[in-house]
């Protein structure tokens, strides 16, 4: 069973900064696609970074250059490094994974994504 757990979430003010991470259990990891997104309420789900089995990523334009994907293969996490916080990046973020080596133009489609953590509320405060 493959199971994604995240954690980091908070309440900050505009301008600060927040690390979130996804624990993966350790047989999927190395080989799996995975994703950040996320959905605030009365919105759809948003892709906002992700990256491929070897490393490459992609980020959304409204996240470009303030939010940073990262895994850690050793300790089996996922990270999301977010600065520059403004209002707007508020909402439950989500990690995700699939085995399928989706090429890096699709992974911000949560269509494409078949293991989903249950979340992690991120809070910006003007």
């Known amino acids: 069973q493959v199971q994604l757990v995240e954690s980091g979430g908070g309440s900050v003010q505009a301008g600060g900064s927040l690390r979130l991470s996804c624990a993966a259990s350790?047989?999927?990891?190395?080989?799996?696609?995975m994703g950040w997104f996320r959905q605030a309420p009365g919105k759809e789900r948003e892709g906002v970074a992700a990256i491929d089995s070897a490393g490459t990523t992609i980020y959304a334009d409204s996240v470009k250059g303030r939010f940073t994907i990262s895994k850690d293969n050793a300790e089996n996490t996922l990270y999301l490094q977010m600065n520059s916080l403004k209002p707007e990046d508020t909402a439950m973020y989500y990690c995700?994974?699939?085995?399928?080596?989706?090429?890096?133009?699709?992974?911000?489609?949560?269509?494409?994504?078949?293991?989903w953590g249950q979340g992690t509320q991120v809070t910006v405060s003007s």
């Open positions: 995700a994974a699939t085995p399928t080596p989706w090429e890096l133009v699709f992974l911000l489609t949560p269509g494409v994504f078949t293991n």
């Open positions: 350790g047989s999927i990891y190395r080989s799996y696609c």
